[in-house]
């Protein structure tokens, strides 16, 4: 009997090689690794996906990893990209962060472990969830390009997102 998990995910979800990790952090600049390494915040209101309205998918700008939708993003008053849902719960996870005297989820990359933001549970239906990410964690491509493939696996990365990519 097949058993068809719910966190099923087309895309290869081990973390990058000791070697792929360094050729990646060699290329940062000193504002993404402040917020995908170090757990930093960019300001409010400065991002360059703030106000991005195009049709495509954000992916993790550490490893690639397709995270979020256009269709799922909304403008939360917040001065970051906020989207209700990601593509898949798989792609992302979700750590208990009490920094700042506060008690918070942080979001991070569940293939590289980059700092993406936060989740709030004020955001709008279906979900109730707001996804409070900094621009400098996400990569975007737009829809009809091919997907970034950073680590060089392959496909369903480095091609066109179709219907069949999308995790289920």
Not at 21 to 41: F, K, N, P, S, Y
């Amino acid at each position: 009997m097949d058993v068809v998990c719910e966190f099923m995910s087309p895309f290869d979800l081990r973390p990058p090689t000791e070697m792929q990790r360094q050729r990646i952090v060699a290329a940062l600049t000193q504002d993404e690794r402040d917020v995908l390494l170090e757990h930093g915040t960019e300001a409010a209101f400065c991002g360059v996906f703030l106000d991005n309205h195009q049709d495509g998918i954000y992916c993790c700008r550490f490893c690639g990893l397709p995270l979020f939708e256009s269709s799922a993003k909304f403008d939360s008053g917040t001065g970051w990209p906020s989207f209700f849902k990601p593509i898949a719960d798989a792609h992302i996870r979700r750590i208990r962060d009490t920094s700042n005297g506060v008690i918070r989820v942080e979001e991070i990359c569940a293939r590289c472990g980059s700092h993406l933001g936060h989740v709030f549970a004020d955001g709008p239906p279906p979900s109730g969830e707001r996804h409070c990410l900094n621009s400098v964690s996400l990569s975007f491509t737009k829809r009809g390009q091919p997907l970034p493939d950073v680590l060089d696996r392959g496909a369903p990365e480095g091609r066109v997102a179709d219907a069949e990519d999308r995790p289920r």
